[in-house]
């Protein structure tokens, strides 16, 4: 037995050997049984080198296997899916290396392992992201939240702390998930939302993150292409619009990563040959629907920032204010104001 195992530590098991189910690859009969008895209960305590797989063994086989796969940040994503399949938090399981989850919770994370290292997205497997430090529901019908467009957030209240006004009126054009409509209306109390999008799902999944976050008597979704829906707003016009719209090009598809490319929603991705078509269609109307001295905050692409200046500054009713970068130093955020 002894010998058993000390051939298994040190030979690597395919997916289903490692969560207690298939054999080893290239493993001999006895080593199968051997590594399928370490798997199910625990060494001796006076076995100073376990081969049970804890926690932190379970961590460290995946995030090499997450490696090999190509998996982006390999270590982290091993953990939200382990913490997702145990049901605690991250944080946790770093007080709990040395125990030993249960057949059925390494069984669903093997599942989660095996959809991760086919790329799909961790955010979908695990049904949820951070985003400005609150928890928002994903689904495969939202695009998954970016930190880069936290700086929206932090844009817009920055100016709001400007104004003493009671009340600020926000349109939220292609809400998704709802990040930035319901993460205003949780830092700002005194706004009030618009969240449009084209998705009648994704409009689901924003209203059940806006029950969640016990914001709804302050947000209102609305089903429009951009302000298709919205007439009853131009007479009045909102203090601030904000977007995280479709601004990839069709001709880079094939240069976006897997896991975004094959698995987020298209019409959140993609706009035109060129990735320009939604600022095309917001251009004419955009200053109809903003009050005089009202500012507009829009995430872009990469060298995107002169051509989508040049299109919403083209009637002279709405000037550029700023372009604001990423962490990288790549224009990602555009500043307009609507003119007096």
């Known amino acids: 037995m002894t010998g058993c195992l000390i051939q298994y530590r040190v030979r690597p098991v395919a997916l289903n050997g490692v969560f207690g189910s298939a054999t080893p690859n290239g493993s001999a009969t006895a080593l199968t049984a051997c590594a399928q008895s370490a ?11 376990t081969s049970a797989w804890t926690i932190g063994k379970l961590l460290d086989w995946t995030r090499g296997h997450f490696d ?41 994370f093997r599942d989660l392992v095996k959809k991760a290292a086919e790329h799909y997205p961790i ?7 951070e985003f400005y430090s609150l928890d928002f529901d994903v689904t495969p019908a939202v695009l998954i939240p970016r930190p880069e467009t936290e700086q929206i957030v932090e844009l817009v209240l920055d100016r709001c702390k400007q104004t003493d006004a009671e009340r600020i009126d926000v349109l939220d054009i292609g809400t998704g998930s ?32 806006i029950n969640k976050h016990g914001v709804g008597e302050r947000i209102e979704c609305v089903e ?27 001709r880079e598809r094939e240069t976006l990563p897997r896991n975004v490319r094959d698995y987020e929603p298209e019409s959140a991705l993609f706009a035109g040959d060129d990735g320009l ?21 829009f995430e872009i692409g990469e060298d995107q920032a002169d051509a ?6 083209a009637d002279g009713r709405v000037v550029s204010i700023a372009a604001h970068s990423d962490l990288a130093g790549t224009p990602r955020i555009l500043e307009f104001e609507r003119s007096a």
């Open 224 to 250: 429009s292409d951009i302000f298709a829906s919205l007439n009853g707003q131009a007479a009045t016009g909102f203090d601030f619009i904000v977007s995280n719209p479709p601004y990839v090009a069709l």
């Open 39 to 49: 798997i199910k209960r625990p060494v001796s305590d006076t076995n100073t080198t």
């Open 123 to 129: 955010a979908y497997l695990i049904g949820r992201r």
């Open 308 to 313: 989508v200046i040049e299109l919403l500054t």
């Open 277 to 297: 078509d939604f600022y095309r269609a917001l251009a004419a109307p955009l200053a109809d629907y903003l009050r005089s001295g009202g500012r507009c905050y």
């Open 68 to 108: 090999a796969k190509g998996v982006e940040d390999a270590r982290l994503c091993a953990e939200l899916l382990l913490a997702h399949a145990l049901g605690c938090e991250k944080i946790h399981l770093y007080a709990r290396f040395h125990e030993e989850p249960t057949a059925e919770q390494r069984t669903a």
């Open 178 to 209: 709802g990040c930035l409509a319901i993460t205003l209306a949780k830092r700002e109390p005194r706004m009030h939302v618009v969240a449009t999008d084209i998705s009648a799902a994704a409009l689901e999944v924003a209203q059940a993150n």
